[in-house]
């Protein structure tokens, strides 16, 4: 069976910095696109960023361009989204997705979902 399962999360202040991690399971890493969305409460769960299967190519939510960097070790099947200058707009549940092959923005096209890790961004 297919796991994907998000670490990293918790409380920060405004300003500073938390990476997440999303380690799969149960699929061949490498020929998956990897994603990250989010989903505040109250609203739908948005795009945030994308990782070809190769890590050669990448995409991001205007919301996140400069701050955020998503990145992927096929080693150990090990998606990450480093989250700099930190936003208490930021603050979400932070969901891992993986989409065979094509990288794709949108979020029913994925394939499989981890169950979220809270992000909570002080002001």
């Known amino acids: 069976q297919v796991q994907l399962v998000e670490s990293g999360g918790g409380l920060v202040q405004a300003g500073g910095s938390l990476r997440l991690s999303c380690v799969a399971s149960?699929?061949?890493?490498?020929?998956?696109?990897m994603g990250w969305f989010r989903q505040a409460p109250g609203k739908e769960r948005e795009f945030v960023t994308a990782?070809?299967?190769?890590?050669?190519?990448?995409y991001y939510a205007d919301s996140v361009k400069g701050r955020f960097t998503i990145s992927r070790d096929n080693a150990k099947n090990t998606v990450y989204l480093q989250m700099n200058s930190l936003k208490p707009e930021d603050t979400a549940g932070y969901y891992c997705?993986?989409?065979?092959?094509?990288?794709?923005?949108?979020?029913?096209?994925?394939?499989?979902w981890g169950r979220g890790i809270q992000v909570t961004v002080s002001s």
């Open positions: 990782i070809n299967w190769l890590g050669s190519s990448t």
């Open positions: 149960g699929l061949t890493f490498s020929s998956y696109a």
């Open positions: 997705a993986a989409r065979r092959l094509q990288l794709r923005l949108e979020r029913d096209s994925y394939d499989y």
